[in-house]
């Protein structure tokens, strides 16, 4: 498929700071319709921040974020710092992409079904009975369908990530954002995890996977970006900088771990 | 409202004036009522079936009923029986005071009891078995590693308890006791005052109760030296080491 | 006469009575709990405010409301509330005494008090909400009220529920004192079925009894409903 025109997610220039403590120092970031990106990156150098901040459940001190061409507008209000201008616009945005956490958090007072069905029906708006019949089909193909009555007290690690990440696709999103969607799984689930996100991956959705598995970010992503302090360190797609990248932190990353 | 600072000062004075009843009341009945508390943890935990089942009923009973009803039964009803009247209690049953401290001895033993079964329980076995290891048993066990620890435990708890009793000494008003409530309720309905009259005694109550769980406080931080910061070593090691405020 | 016909239902029994004033005791407690919910919501949400006034005033009021012995807030509500009603009155060109209603003083009294518990109470349970599940609920667009009505008050109530059972049990009690205005409840219809047969320690067992009637019976309703709702929630072993 060719390019589309216009990036599914294109972000200019995000810094961030925590205090004193920069965290991002003007990342920038074009994701086409299809791209999977996985972001990698030492603790601390700002990746699940950087994430967080293209849905803005972090502000951006400085930065651009614009979705399927829509840019989201921002303002400085009164103490000079940068904030979203419009509510709805952001609620609407947002509704857009969809994101999965590291600890899951599914709705805990309501069934795996109507976690997925949350979304449609209260901020899409959408008929129930429709709702309904597409997350199950939903569960089914993430391998819940016998649980759609459970709570997810009741579900494994695994499932509920698998949950979680129909619950994401509920929306039907323009992306997906996954941030660390496997650090927080016993070994022995994360396998259930990966395979849903790799044939989601070979469908052509578009996703930004934060995370440390470099099996998946080697073998099914289209691009890997590596994040050092708050600067991009390496971009560029796997075979290329798998093997033989520019920067030296990389290559001593990735050789901390067996690819 | 204007700021009557006369009659805020007199209202003041006058209920002052009360305070040592209300205090007087409230150490009576706090002493009284561990004393019978440690009488009826005894009985739960060390009893029989029999004295574990009273210890359980008296709770249930003390806990589970308001205490006004059991200050009005001590007062009123044990009065009504000739052979109280005659028996040599009566000096200390007849007189207002006796009967709430009485009652309200015998309310709070109900839950200082719940709060001592709970330090108790608190009570690690680990280190009750090192005890036992170390040879110890019986009362010297009780009195060097299970007692310490317990009350340690029981603290934070105990120190709720003994403030809602400050509160509780008010109603010893409604047995004809002058405390801090019934003098302020009888500046009430003299001056028809409410509102500085309540803010006033509100305020007595709130510094008797400031006082108190400062106290309490010293006493927690005096008997837990070990959940403190780590000391700093006496010879001189390292300028670098981290020195904790 | 014997102690039996004296509690039971017969002619001078004063069974009928004493039961009418078990459901006295029970309305004004549910009326004081309803206002303190209302007034806990109101001071917890001052209390976790951003404002500085907002949570001075709020802590003002979980102060002085748990640090005045009930009594004296009793005294506040009932002669207060007179004076206030009887000044309206005057303002009216109505002159003489207004009392305020004594059930309606005794709920706002009591009101007041389980209040300041019910803040912490709320104020806790808000605080136990898990921040993930809102920010999955942001992260899918739903705006303030939604999730607000959606995630966060289903939760609070769910954690509440146990703190909401102590300060049931704690108004309970409390509206013993609620006697003082004259209120038909339990403790002074015991007082005055006392005192009309110089029975005193009969009726005041009785009452006594009644009143552990209820604290078990509420016992057992909050129990029920606390393990009910944390069927649904019971925690999974390992994560979270």
Excluded at chain 1, 138 to 159: C, D, F, M, T
Excluded at chain 2, 192 to 211: K, P, S
Excluded at chain 3, 50 to 65: C, E, K, V
Aim: aromatic share 10%; glycine share 10%.
């Amino acid at each position: 498929m060719a390019d589309a025109p216009v990036p599914a997610i294109s972000v200019r220039n995000i810094r961030k700071s925590f205090g004193q403590h920069e965290v991002l120092r003007g990342i920038s970031l074009d994701a086409n319709d299809g791209d999977v990106i996985s972001i990698l990156g030492a603790s601390g150098s700002g990746k699940s921040t950087f994430l967080r901040c293209i849905n803005l459940l972090e502000t951006p001190d400085e930065g651009e974020i614009t979705v399927a061409g829509e840019a989201i507008a921002m303002k400085r209000n009164r103490a000079g710092s940068l904030v979203p201008a419009d509510r709805k616009q952001v609620d609407r945005i947002r509704s857009e992409l969809a994101m999965v956490f590291q600890s899951f958090n599914l709705w805990s007072h309501m069934t795996v079904l109507q976690n997925l069905i949350e979304g449609p029906v209260h901020v899409l708006k959408r008929p129930k009975a429709e709702c309904i019949a597409e997350a199950e089909a939903l569960l089914e193909k993430v391998g819940l369908a016998e649980r759609r009555n459970y709570y997810p007290a009741h579900l494994s690690g695994g499932q509920q990530q698998r949950a979680a990440i129909a619950r994401a696709l509920a929306m039907q999103p323009k992306a997906l954002l996954f941030d660390e969607p496997t650090s927080a799984l016993d070994p022995e689930l994360v396998g259930e995890v990966l395979k849903v996100m790799r044939s989601l991956a070979e469908e052509g959705r578009t996703m930004l996977v934060v995370t440390h598995e470099m099996a998946f970010a080697r073998n099914v992503s289209d691009r890997v970006m590596f994040l050092h302090e708050g600067v991009v360190e390496a971009d560029g797609a796997p075979e290329d900088i798998f093997t033989n990248s520019d920067s030296e932190r990389f290559r001593q990353f990735i050789g901390n771990f067996q690819a | 409202m204007d700021f009557d600072v006369a009659f805020l000062v007199s209202t003041f004075v006058k209920l002052v004036a009360a305070v040592p009843m209300t205090l007087g009341l409230f150490a009576c009945s706090v002493s009284l009522g561990a004393l019978f508390a440690l009488g009826i943890t005894y009985c739960r935990v060390s009893g029989g079936l029999v004295l574990s089942a009273f210890a359980r009923a008296y709770v249930f009973v003390f806990r589970g009923s308001p205490l006004l009803i059991q200050m009005f039964l001590i007062y009123y009803g044990l009065g009504q029986f000739p052979a109280v009247r005659h028996s040599l209690f009566w000096p200390v049953l007849r007189d207002p005071f006796s009967c709430a401290v009485l009652a309200l001895a015998l309310c709070t033993a109900g839950y200082q009891a719940e709060i001592m079964r709970g330090g108790l329980q608190a009570v690690p076995s680990r280190e009750i078995e090192a005890g036992r290891a170390a040879g110890m048993s019986g009362l010297l066990l009780f009195r060097r590693i299970i007692a310490p620890i317990a009350i340690r435990q029981a603290l934070p708890a105990y120190s709720t308890e003994i403030i809602l009793m400050v509160k509780s000494t008010a109603l010893a008003s409604l047995v004809t006791v002058w405390e801090v409530t019934g003098t302020a309720q009888r500046l009430i309905s003299q001056t028809y005052r409410t509102m500085e009259v309540f803010l006033v005694a509100t305020l007595i109550y709130l510094l008797i109760n400031f006082i108190i769980v400062r106290l309490m406080a010293l006493v927690e931080y005096r008997l837990s030296p070990h959940l403190r910061e780590r000391p700093v070593p006496a010879s001189g090691g390292g300028r670098q080491g981290e020195v904790h405020g | 006469m014997s102690w039996i016909d004296l509690i039971g239902f017969g002619e001078h029994g004063r069974g009928g009575i004493l039961l009418w004033a078990m459901g006295m005791t029970l309305a004004v407690t549910a009326a004081s709990l309803c206002i303190g919910a209302l007034l806990g919501a109101i001071v917890a949400a001052a209390k976790l405010s951003a404002s500085r006034p907002a949570r001075w005033l709020g802590d003002a009021y979980t102060t002085i409301f748990r640090g005045a012995p009930e009594l004296l807030i009793i005294y506040l509500v009932y002669f207060g509330g007179s004076q206030a009603v009887t000044a309206v009155g005057q303002w009216l060109n109505y002159e003489g005494f207004l009392g305020l209603p004594s059930f309606l003083a005794g709920a706002i009294a009591v009101g007041l008090i389980s209040g300041a518990y019910q803040a912490e109470v709320y104020r806790g349970a808000y605080q136990a909400v898990s921040r993930g599940e809102l920010d999955a609920a942001r992260s899918i667009g739903m705006g303030t009220m939604l999730r607000f009505r959606r995630i966060l008050v289903p939760q609070i109530l769910r954690f509440s529920l146990p703190g909401l059972g102590n300060v049931w049990q704690l108004s309970l009690k409390d509206s013993t004192l609620v006697s003082v205005t004259g209120l038909a409840e339990l403790m002074r219809t015991s007082q005055i079925a006392a005192g009309s047969t110089k029975q005193y320690f009969l009726f005041f067992i009785v009452g006594g009894a009644l009143y552990l009637v209820l604290t078990t019976l509420s016992d057992r309703v909050f129990g029920f409903a606390e393990r009910r709702v944390a069927r649904s929630f019971r925690h999974s072993l390992g994560r979270h």
